[in-house]
């Protein structure tokens, strides 16, 4: 079936429900797929209840003839058949109300997200075409490229006059000096986060009116540590794109903002501010900030488990999916890397491929947690796992295996 059927299918469903209980990732894709699809329902008149939530299961869907889980469920064969699913995922489930690229042939790592993937379903239930700058979230949130579907999306958007395409320094941050002070995407070793250094660029970088961009970039190489993987540098300065509907116009300061609070257990905050609710906007940005701020003191106090660097601990499980996108991305690495924290009842694992290696994560993490009593799943190249306390040892012997293989 072609994504546009399958949107078609889950579209008419959901405007087929009298009352829609919608539950989401807590990332700046997931809840950014979930505001979409909301603010369609509400113009459509259909009511609606909206949860953010880390992880979904079989045993949280009471209703399933009128759930809707937007980008997670698509893992979970054991579902009921009934539930509407929207996601980008591995899927494993075969219900007939799910859209998601993997399933009409197109990469749902790279090329669609699953933002991306409920506007389609929104075109289908109304006019929405101004959501377009909400699909842009998943593609920064995710680490995806404009390619694709993803572009295709993009390009409505600039033709709609609801997407400006502009240049300039690339990093999320309501400031030059925020940016830095909080930056984990990317993460730059020597200078996220490290204020004296940070000052001393500002001021060498300072021109009469504004910094100077070239300097400020040509001071933050020379600053980063040795240990800066080279593609930090490329994602210093390039592509802006201004949201003509949004409450906070820079694409990629919403995405981290829609991001950091979802992570921090605000979801109603940033679903509201994907809403488009004005006054909640400096609430949200702080409570994002102190998110990044979270990730990079843990990313400081990550301690490696064996000496070749691919497995790291962390205390706080709540910035362990974050400190993983950096020791990947953004720090010279060769093989995968996992980071594991102890979260309640069991381990909290996050494993990521750095730039340019190819390994099915999400079939190893799968495989590995199945036999360790946990389960796992997600992306080729971005996958996590949960795991009884006891069975740690077996499960990093196990990776260390896998991505040696």
Known sequence: MSIQAAAERVAAQILATDFVEVYAHHDADGIAAA????QAMLRAGRRFRLRVRQSIGTEDIVHPESTLLCDFGAGLADLPGTVMIVDHHVPHFEGPFHVNPRLAGIDGEQDLTASGTAYLVAQEMGDNRDLAGLALLGVFGDGQRFSGMNLEILNEGIANGFIVPERGFALPGASVREALGTAVTPYI????????TITRILEQAAGE?????????????????????????????????????????DARTLAAVIDGCGQQGRGGLAAAVCLRSPDLVAEAEEVAAAYRARVLAAVMAAERVEETGRI?????????SGVADCLANDVRQAAPVAVVAEN??????????????????????????????GSGGGHRSRAGARIPLDRIDEFEAGFLRGIAA
């Open 312 to 320: 790291y601990r962390v205390a706080d499980a709540g910035a362990a």
């Open 209 to 249: 009116e504004a910094v100077a961009t070239d300097l400020l970039l040509s001071l933050l190489v020379l600053e980063a540590g040795e240990e800066t993987a080279p593609s930090v540098f490329s994602r210093l300065y390039g592509g802006r794109y201004r949201l003509e509907r949004e409450v906070i116009d």
């Open 35 to 38: 505001a979409i699809l909301c």
């Open 189 to 196: 070793p020597g200078v996220s986060g490290n204020a004296a």
């Open 344 to 373: 309640g009842a069991c381990w909290q694992i996050s494993a990521r491929c750095p730039p340019g290696v190819d390994l099915d994560l999400e079939a190893l993490l799968r495989r590995l947690a199945a036999e360790t009593g």
